[in-house]
């Protein structure tokens, strides 16, 4: 980095332009041109690389750089987008440590291949796609815990479980009567408890064709599911869409932005209005509704379904109008606020959860009066993260900005005193959408790194061709000056992070035997009357063969097993091995069939042999120095 541009100054382009303010000007024009304003961003597209590659300030930050065989200080979890997928960073030096297969399939670890897998994702395990957008981590009296992360899938309309002491996805719901979750959130405290997930589109309901263009029959839904059994509590119509949510600190409110109050359901109609809102649940007043028999279900779901709609007079949630179109909406880690980022509007909305007890009790004139400031930030508002020093950091779209704010300064502002909240404007690499900082979703906030998850990385890296990375940059937020200090690209695509110590997970480093995730396998086994550890064996039920066997580098239990042609084959392989890291694979060739099998863990496939003669299986985690030799023979006889 050079040295000139520590004060993160724009470089000079070739035509005399600040880069810097030339992209900024065109982002904006063309975002003022854009029928939608957020349609600035389809001319990101046609910025080329004539533009000089914009410096970041760096210097004399923290030290981010972790020696190799140190471990870093974080666990980063970020979520795949489309991919489908969980990953794991190491914070501050950005290794990727792990992926977690949810939603997706995976060649290497065989999720959406094995039996154990499939049971996870159940009737959905027909989809191979995900879209991952909010994960969580979650919480008891405001902390993380360290139990499970969820994490939504916008594409499926689903929600996923995933066990942090093995990392390992061990449950997937699917919502009912909604379509595409996507803003997640978890109860805070006393725990979690409540998992709360947004459904997004408005549908007709039931949605069983009858109605299927009269939108005043659409709605959708917040939905409250319980994070320990995974199983869909209740259901709450809203008017409007639902996009982004979060939860107080106590447990008794949640707040959802909605950008369509207008019900439309094309672009000019969801813009039409001036204000949409923040829808506010009451969670003892929904569950009060529930135990009094105040609901009604839709179609063949049996799950509660409240009415939360303006016209409903269970008084379960209120509207509070904010400016059009909002989207992110964050908790201030304080507990203090709900802030609501404007997206079209500059402004954030900052809501005072102390004063919903009142607009609950309807001791509000107006549902306003809950708004503490509305501070104006730039362009293009779309999240919001905090340092636990009273500061707010709001990512700023179309201007391409992390926008430092105090939060206490924007109020009294609000309240007419001349003072400025603003801190410091700092430029990203471009386009952020989500940004998160260090323990930001907890009392624990501790100010020191934050993530800028920016949509656009353009020529921060090598060209690869059309598809471009994202480009995650980490900011030292510890002094008075944020400064970027690491860029990390992405592939499609983090929408949101979380970011806990690494203190606050422990993990199993080898399965226990009796672990719920392979359970049913070894009760399967056990019916067999097979002793998983030390039985190598066929079993022959009608045209389904079981084949049982064990693993110990470099060695399969069984070097061959014959079965028919046409025969549904399910290989059942406990890996005997103890040592940390020994994990062994189960590849056949030409079956589609691959699955790893960790220390002691039992993993299982089924296929169909439908091809007579000799097919190899082999190991394929690099196991043992004759790993090459860890084989072994399918013999399939013809029909
Ligand atoms: S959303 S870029 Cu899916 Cu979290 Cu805001
Ligand atoms: Cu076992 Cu490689
Ligand atoms: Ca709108």
Request: aromatic share 8%; proline share 5%; glycine share 8%.
């Amino acid at each position: 980095m050079s040295d000139e541009n520590k004060d993160n100054k724009p470089t000079e382009s070739p035509e005399g332009l600040p880069a810097n303010a030339g992209r900024r000007r065109f982002l904006v024009g063309s975002a003022v041109v854009g029928a939608a304003g957020m349609a600035g961003v389809a001319g990101v597209g046609t910025l080329t690389r004539s533009e000089p590659a914009q410096s970041a300030s760096e210097g004399d930050g923290p030290d981010i750089h972790v020696a190799p065989g140190e471990l870093d200080e974080y666990y980063g979890f970020w979520s795949g987008g489309h991919s489908g997928e969980v990953r794991i960073y190491g914070v501050p030096s950005m290794r990727e440590i792990m992926r977690i297969p949810v939603f997706n399939h995976c060649s290497a670890s065989g999720w959406g291949m094995t039996n154990e897998s499939k049971r996870v994702l159940g009737d959905s395990h027909r989809f191979t796609n995900g879209d991952a957008h909010h994960p969580h981590v979650s919480y008891t009296d405001g902390s993380h815990d360290g139990r499970y992360l969820f994490i939504n899938d916008k594409a499926n309309t689903r929600v996923a479980r995933i066990r942090l002491d093995v990392f390992k996805t061990d449950k997937i719901v699917t919502v009912p009567n909604a379509q595409a979750i996507h803003g997640l959130r978890l109860q805070k405290a006393p725990r979690t408890g409540y998992v709360f997930a947004n459904a997004e589109y408005m549908i007709p309901q039931p949605n069983d064709g009858r109605d299927l263009d009269d939108p005043s029959k659409y709605f959708t839904l917040w939905n409250a599911i319980d994070g320990d059994t995974m199983e869909v509590k209740w259901q709450v119509m809203v008017d409007g869409n639902l996009d982004n949510m979060d939860t107080d600190y106590t447990g008794k409110y949640a707040a959802a932005t909605c950008y369509n109050s207008e019900g439309g359901v094309d672009l000019a109609s969801k813009m039409r209005a001036d204000r949409d809102w923040v829808v506010v649940f009451s969670i003892e007043r929904i569950e009060q509704a529930v135990a009094d028999g105040n609901y009604t279900t839709i179609g063949d779901s049996d799950v509660p379904v409240v009415d939360g709609r303006k016209s409903s007079d269970l008084n379960v949630t209120r509207y509070v109008p904010v400016p059009k179109n909002p989207h992110g909406l964050n908790t201030s880690t304080d507990g203090k606020y709900f802030i609501a980022a404007g997206k079209l509007s500059p402004t954030a909305t900052m809501i005072e959860i102390a004063r919903l007890d009142a607009l609950f009790a309807g001791e509000l004139s107006d549902a306003r009066d809950v708004v503490a400031a509305e501070p104006e930030l730039g362009l293009g508002p779309l999240h919001t993260t905090y340092d636990g020093r009273g500061n707010a950091y709001t990512t700023v779209f179309i201007d391409s900005q992390i926008v430092k704010w105090n939060m206490d300064a924007a109020v009294r502002n609000y309240n007419g005193e001349d003072v400025d909240y603003i801190i410091q404007k700092l430029d990203v690499q471009y386009q952020p959408g989500h940004n998160h900082a260090t323990l930001a979703e907890s009392k624990d906030a501790d100010g020191k790194y934050l993530f800028s998850l920016n949509k656009f990385s353009k020529d921060r890296y090598l060209p690869v061709g059309p598809l471009h990375p994202e480009n995650d940059q980490m900011i030292d937020i510890s002094g008075d000056e944020m400064k970027v200090v690491h860029d990390t690209p992405t592939f499609a695509e983090p929408h949101d992070a979380v970011i806990i110590r690494r203190d606050q997970i422990t993990t199993k480093q080898v399965w226990e035997r009796d672990d719920p995730f392979f359970a049913e396998t070894v009760a399967r086994a056990k019916a067999d009357g097979i002793n998983l550890e030390t039985d190598n064996q066929v079993i022959r039920d009608g045209n389904q063969v079981r084949v049982y066997m064990t693993s110990v580098a470099p060695n399969f239990g069984m070097p061959e097993f014959t079965v028919k042609q046409g025969d549904e084959v399910t290989v059942t392989i406990t890996n005997m091995d103890k040592v940390e890291d020994l994990t062994h694979g189960f590849c056949v060739v030409g079956h589609g069939v691959s699955m790893e099998i960790s220390p002691q863990q039992t993993s299982s496939i089924t296929f169909t042999a439908d091809k007579p003669g000799v097919h190899w299986y082999y190991c394929n985690w690099f196991c043992h120095a004759l790993h090459m030799e860890m084989t072994g023979r399918m013999l399939v006889e013809p029909a």
